[in-house]
């Protein structure tokens, strides 16, 4: 069973398609809407429901055993160290992928350009009806401000960790992990007790981890049949160019990816992509790397064979940082807004080479303080935006393909974080002899 599954993912996958398709051509009766709400009641509530529970209590374990079983400061910083140095360096060559593309296909200077300048207003005013959800959440980060924001995200960071784990706040998690664990190896043999039973209580919510899996073919066809049924038809004519560079880039940033894969972790494209496939699909499906993170451990440590040790830090911390995929798409995003309507009010901007750089950093920034949910790397652009003095009240123009592209970048995200596993797994030594088996 556990061999096939991931072809009966991918069925799903294709079937949830079909079914998307047939419920697009259908319109918004009752029927589709009924039919839609059902497929959402398994999909969302029962499937990434069923992750969602899993997620943070998978976070804390997996970076606490992780961190006990390292037992010396060296090798904590020595692992943590490297982790940060290739999340920080892969996330800006993704950027910067993203803007070269961006300037030179130049999507937003489309042949309908002073049509839709011309009629922004009345398609501002019908788009922020259609996605009012999004429209509220870039609002309130708009609010917020650069100094508010760099606050909001440290309360995250140092904060009681109960109320981190009951809401989900990876970062909270993550740090009050890694400094009990530190504190852990510090207090010595008094404490090693607790240290197998952090690893058998890790092993347990990967066996749960299995056990929601074995239902995935059939969840992923709902997510995918909701998505498809609701986009609605006609959405792509004139953001097509801004989707296909978004793709172009994606794809060109894999292929990076995989090269590294073969140069610095020594594990071959084909293998390594056979490896995580399931991991890749279930990103694409649910459009969240939280969501993902118990099958991308699963996959990197039983198919790639990487140490526990670093699967368990390396993925948890990289679901939470490492965006590859969301970083690129705020560059692009930016930068095709501005050539669509640079010059209008709250657009007046000329690029030049500094503005491209702030678009640079900043985009590498946002993407680290994106949650690892659906839409919120949308949510996070406005960050960049408000860096180069765009007005927010043009992200509603690229709305209609967000999800589409959330799929891409999502599941950009989670091979971004995998191929981490296995360099870092490399650069540390972790590694046990590489083996022939074939996932
Ligand atoms: N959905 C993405 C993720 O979970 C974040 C984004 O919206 O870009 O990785």
Same mark, same amino acid.
């Given at each position: 069973m556990?061999g096939?599954?991931h072809w009966?993912?991918f069925?799903?996958m294709?079937?949830?398609?079909l079914?998307g398709?047939i419920?697009?051509?259908? &319109?918004?009766t009752?029927?589709q809407?009924?039919?839609?709400? $059902?497929?959402d009641l398994?999909?969302q509530t029962?499937f990434?429901g069923a992750?969602?529970?899993?997620?943070?209590?998978?976070?804390?374990?997996?970076i606490? !055993?992780?961190?006990?079983s390292?037992?010396?400061? &060296?090798?904590?910083?020595?692992?943590?160290g490297?982790?940060?140095?290739?999340y920080?360096a892969?996330?800006s060559?993704?950027v910067?992928?993203?803007?070269i593309?961006v300037?030179?296909?130049r999507?937003g200077h489309?042949?309908?350009?002073d049509?839709i300048?011309?009629?922004?207003q009345?398609q501002?005013v019908?788009?922020q009806?259609?996605?009012?959800e999004?429209?509220?959440?870039?609002?309130?980060?708009?609010?917020?401000?650069a100094l508010?924001?760099?606050?909001?995200n440290?309360?995250r960071v140092?904060?009681?960790p109960?109320?981190s784990l009951?809401e989900?706040?990876?970062?909270?998690?993550i740090?009050f992990a890694?400094?009990? *664990?530190?504190?852990i190896?510090?207090?010595g043999?008094a404490a090693?007790?607790?240290?197998?039973?952090?690893g058998?209580?890790?092993a347990a919510i990967m066996?749960l981890?299995?056990?929601i899996m074995?239902?995935?073919?059939?969840?992923?066809? /709902?997510?995918i049949a909701?998505?498809?049924?609701?986009?609605?038809?006609?959405?792509?004519e004139t953001l097509?160019?801004?989707?296909?560079?978004v793709l172009?880039?994606?794809?060109?940033?894999v292929a990076?990816?995989?090269g590294l /894969?073969r =140069?610095?972790?020594n594990?071959?494209p084909?293998r390594?992509l056979?490896g995580i496939?399931?991991?890749?699909?279930?990103?694409?499906?649910t459009?969240s790397?939280a969501?993902?993170?118990?099958?991308t451990i699963?996959c $990197?440590?039983?198919?790639?064979e990487?140490?526990?040790?670093?699967a368990?830090?390396?993925l948890?911390l *990289?679901?939470t940082?490492n965006m590859d995929g969301t970083a690129?798409?705020e560059?692009v995003?930016?930068?095709?807004?501005?050539?669509?309507f640079?010059g209008?009010?709250g657009a007046?901007?000329?690029? !030049?080479p =500094?503005l491209?750089?702030?678009?640079?950093l900043t985009? $590498?920034?946002?993407s680290i303080g994106?949650?690892?949910?659906p839409?919120?790397g949308?949510?996070?652009?406005v960050?960049v935006?408000q860096?180069?003095?765009?007005?927010?009240e043009?992200?509603?123009?690229i709305?209609? =393909?967000d999800?589409?592209l959330?799929?891409f970048?999502?599941?950009?995200?989670?091979l971004g974080? !995998? $191929?981490?596993?296995?360099?870092i797994d490399?650069?540390?030594r972790?590694?046990?002899q590489?083996?022939?088996?074939e996932?």
């Open positions: 556990r096939r599954l009966l993912i069925i799903g294709l079937a949830g398609v079914l398709l419920l697009s051509r259908m &319109g918004a009752p029927a809407q009924r039919t839609i709400a $059902v497929l398994f999909g029962l990434i992750l969602k529970m899993i997620v943070a209590p998978l976070i804390f374990f997996s606490l !055993s992780a961190i006990t390292l037992a010396s400061a &060296g090798r904590i910083w020595n692992l943590g490297k982790t940060l140095v290739y920080l892969t996330t060559v993704a910067a992928i993203g803007l593309l300037l030179t296909i999507p489309t042949a309908r350009r049509e300048r011309q009629h922004w009345e501002k019908t788009l009806q259609r996605y009012g999004q429209e509220e959440k870039i609002a309130q980060a708009e609010r917020q401000g508010e924001l760099l606050r909001r440290l309360e140092i904060m009681n109960f109320a009951a989900n706040q990876s970062l909270g998690i740090f890694i400094v009990l *664990g530190i504190a190896v510090a207090v043999p090693q007790p607790v240290v197998p039973v952090i058998a209580i890790n066996k981890t299995g056990w074995a239902g995935s073919p059939f969840f992923i066809l /709902c997510l909701s998505l498809v049924g609701s986009l609605g038809a006609g959405v792509f097509l160019w801004y989707v296909l560079t172009l880039g994606i794809a060109a940033h990076v990816l995989l /894969c =140069v610095l972790g594990c071959s084909l390594f056979r496939r399931q991991a890749w699909m279930v990103a694409f499906a459009r790397s969501a993902t993170l118990p099958v699963h $990197v440590q039983d198919n790639l990487v140490s526990p040790t670093t368990k830090f390396v948890p *990289g679901a940082i690129l798409y560059g995003a930016v930068l095709f807004l501005i050539q669509l640079g209008m009010p007046e901007i000329t690029l !030049s =500094v491209t750089m702030v678009i640079f985009a $590498v920034l946002a994106a949650a690892a949910v839409d919120a949308l949510v996070t652009m960050l935006a860096a180069v003095g765009l007005s927010v043009y992200i509603p123009m709305f209609a =393909v999800a589409l959330d799929m970048r999502t599941s950009t995200n989670v974080d !995998s $191929v981490g596993s296995v360099i490399r650069w540390t972790n590694r046990k590489p083996s022939t088996r996932p």
